[in-house]
T-cell receptor
Framework: QKEVEQNSGPLSVPEGAIASLNCTYSDRGSQSFFWYRQYSGKSPELIMSIYSNGDKEDGRFTAQLNKASQYVSLLIRDSQPSDSATYLCAVKLANEKLTFGTGTRLTIIP | DGGITQSPKYLFRKEGQNVTLSCEQNLNHDAMYWYRQDPGQGLRLIYYSQIVNDFQKGDIAEGYSVSREKKESFPLTVTSAQKNPTAFYLC???????????FGSGTRLTVV
């Protein structure tokens, strides 16, 4: 069983709509959760971190965490063509290494 | 500006040759990591180091070696024992604790 699972996509969303990216993880001891954005040919860039249950908003991005369901999601409101990228979910146990999912490729259609 | 510098950006290796990828950070981060990314795949951990003069194998360490003689530097050597080295190599660093990683811009290695 994969430790961090994401739908590989591609996920296509019209410009201006909400993009919803999902991630599940297997280890109930996980404490820190991150979303990275990776443009084609570039390195991952940290865009959101979340540590407690609920929602965390930063501009057009909202991260949602549900530890009971072992589920973390990223919502992108008012999607723009520049949001087209691969989004990596990453999970961390206390004082342990990050474990990455394989990423979801998102395409915003103008 | 603080950050992580990886060099070179592109590297070509001949069969049977060892090559070294450079990773330098000026973020004063304790921990450093090397990942490999193959097309359409996620990140796989090669080696990591949480303090100077100490490092641990990741999930795919065979055919690779590292050193951590300075806090700022964590070079990766791809040896001839690595049979399929063509990939995108990413170096990252972090402070200790429940924080995310900062990545360098990567080195794309190709076997010719």
């Amino acid at each position: 069983q994969k430790e961090v699972e994401q739908n590989s996509g591609p996920l296509s969303v019209p410009e201006g709509a909400i993009a919803s990216l999902n991630c599940t993880y297997s280890d109930r001891g996980s404490q820190s959760f991150f979303w990275y954005r990776q443009y084609s040919g570039k390195s991952p860039e940290l865009i959101m971190s979340i540590y407690s249950n609920g929602d965390k908003e930063d501009g057009r991005f909202t991260a949602q965490l549900n530890k009971a369901s072992q589920y973390v999601s990223l919502l992108i409101r008012d999607s723009q063509p520049s949001d087209s990228a691969t989004y990596l979910c990453a999970v961390k146990l206390a004082n342990e290494k990050l474990t990455f999912g394989t990423g979801t490729r998102l395409t915003i259609i103008p | 500006d603080g950050g992580i510098t990886q060099s070179p950006k592109y590297l070509f290796r001949k069969e049977g040759q060892n090559v070294t990828l450079s990773c330098e950070q000026n973020l004063n981060h304790d921990a450093m990591y090397w990942y490999r990314q193959d097309p359409g795949q996620g990140l796989r951990l090669i080696y990591y180091s949480q303090i100077v003069n100490d490092f641990q194998k990741g999930d795919i360490a065979e055919g690779y070696s590292v050193s951590r003689e300075k806090k700022e530097s964590f070079p990766l050597t791809v040896t001839s024992a690595q049979k399929n080295p063509t990939a995108f190599y990413l170096c990252a660093s972090s402070v200790r604790g429940d924080y995310g990683y900062t990545f360098g811009s990567g080195t794309r290695l190709t076997v010719v």
